[in-house]
């Protein structure tokens, strides 16, 4: 539910590829096939969340129909994932890392909070 509150709010997603952004090394381009924030995102939580190696998360990568939906690949796609790319593109995801994020979610979250409070707290009761 976090990946998705994540994906489906821009402010939010925009913060937390931010801090994304700070673990990809500036020579992107280095003739290895990358992955976008969205994959580095759902695949590092994951592998951390299940303390799954690398097979596994390549496994799960190809194979599982749900964490493919949300990756963006459609029933039809052929797309695979090799556990080189996992590998180079995921070990920068550490727990420290997620941590960050889960800072900028919680704030996120706050705010949201906050924001329903006051507008039940600017409506009048009446007795």
């Not at 821009?10 to 500036?26: G, K, M, S, T």
């Not at 496994?59 to 996992?86: D, V």
Request: with cysteine.
């Amino acid at each position: 539910r976090g990946l998705q509150h994540i994906w489906i709010t821009p402010d939010l997603r925009h913060r937390v590829f931010q801090v994304l952004e700070n673990i990809i090394p500036a020579s992107r381009h280095n003739g290895r096939p990358g992955m976008d924030l969205w994959n580095i995102l759902v695949f590092g939580t994951l592998r951390l969340v299940t303390n799954c190696d690398y097979d596994r998360l390549q496994e799960l990568a190809n194979e599982h129909g749900t964490l493919r939906k949300m990756l963006g690949h459609g029933p039809y796609c052929t797309h695979t994932y090799h556990i080189q790319t996992l590998q180079d593109n995921i070990s920068l995801f550490t727990p420290e890392i997620l941590d960050q994020i889960n800072q900028v979610t919680v704030d996120a979250g706050h705010q949201l909070v906050k924001k329903k409070m006051s507008r039940y707290m600017a409506v009048p009761i009446r007795s």
